[in-house]
């Protein structure tokens, strides 16, 4: 049995290794979203204004810019909260200011953050396709 499972360790490393590491996180980044806007207390976020930093394009950046927006909300120690930090230091955007001033509700935030994932991953496919 315990060989049985190490193959299988094994296996599923190898296979989670061919993707890379900036697309798992960007893939786990959206399904804790999806989480979250399909939960109850998004009732109670929807409620909160957040700073607006998703402009009409989408970098990794915009995404490091959305962790530091998080730290003055409740999901500040989420996982969908540390996944972006990972993302961000990943992506070499160890630091990054927030000069946005308009603001937008949470729900519309969390929604933008998703699709900022999913532009990304297109992106890191389309690359990977090339090689």
Known sequence: MRTFMLLVLTIVAVTESKRGVGEILLMEIIDDVDQILKSSSLKSLNNQFVKEVFPTSCSEKHLCQAAMVMINTPLNHSMLHRRLFAYANYSGHHQCN??????HKMNYFLKDIKKCCQELSYQLKQRKNKK
Do not use: C, L
């Not at 927030?98 to 603001?103: F, N, R, W």
């Open 98 to 103: 927030v000069s946005a001033s308009d603001e």
